[in-house]
């Protein structure tokens, strides 16, 4: 089945700072999506990207799905960016079906 | 709209008990999942459902069953529970091919353990 690869597995940022999540995958995508996992264990939507750019406030994403990558750009962190963000993707062989596999997950800190 | 809901929030089980985990949206999707969520880990998907009266098994469905009599409630049961099943279990939902949309939306998760 298709892999999902995220890096860095952990990060640690000054409130004010910029960074960049990566999501690696091993094969085509029907959907790809990132979500944000928060302290209290909510999963929120960020974006639905499977190819393209796409911009909402301080964040941005884009896919480049022919190098079967997605970035997530985080500007001008806050405290409330912390938590776990995740990568998540539907194969060819579950296009049908709509099944999600997630990445691990990288977990932010934001230091104030 | 409420968007999708859980319920219970928590629940702690004895090992051997049974207990089923309600999933409802309300957003006239096709499609519904439930997956679980280990420590320090991705969400795996249990079993999923394409349709009301459809279900299949996910990557990890032993020791579960469901069932979607409604196309707006989607039910996971644990029929004899065991401490591996302690996690959180969150219930997802998308429109579906038909639907337009592949996008999932999630609901808030059920935090179990099982002693």
């Known amino acids: 089945g298709i892999q999902v690869e995220q890096s860095p597995p952990d990060l640690i940022l000054q409130e004010g700072a910029n960074s960049t999540l990566r999501c690696n995958f091993s094969?085509?995508?029907?959907?790809l999506q990132w979500f944000h996992q928060n302290p209290w264990g909510q999963l929120i939507n960020l974006f639905y990207i499977p190819s393209g750019t796409k911009q909402n406030g301080r964040l941005s994403a884009t896919t480049v799905a022919t190098e079967r990558y997605s970035l997530l750009y985080i500007s001008s962190s806050q405290t409330t960016d912390s938590g776990v963000y995740f990568c998540?993707?539907?194969?060819?062989?579950?296009?049908?079906?709509?099944?999600?596999?997630f990445g691990q997950g990288t977990t932010l800190q934001v230091k104030p | 709209n409420a968007g999708v809901t859980q319920t219970p929030k928590f629940r702690v089980l004895k090992t051997g008990q049974s207990m089923t985990l309600l999933c409802a949206q309300d957003m006239n999707h096709e499609y519904m999942y439930w997956y679980r969520q280990d420590p320090g880990m991705g969400l795996r998907l249990i079993h999923y459902s394409v349709g009301e009266g459809t279900t299949a098994k996910g990557e990890v469905p032993d020791g579960y069953n469901v069932s979607r009599l409604k196309k707006q409630n989607f039910l996971l049961g644990l029929e004899s529970a065991a401490p591996s099943q302690t996690s959180v279990y969150f219930c997802?939902?998308?429109?579906?091919?038909?639907?337009?949309?592949?996008?999932?939306?999630f609901g808030p998760g059920t935090r179990l353990t099982v002693l």
């Open positions: 094969d085509s995508v029907n959907n």
């Open positions: 998540a993707v539907t194969g060819p062989g579950s296009s049908n079906t709509g099944k999600l596999i």
């Open positions: 997802a939902s998308s429109p579906g091919l038909a639907g337009g949309g592949r996008e999932q939306f």
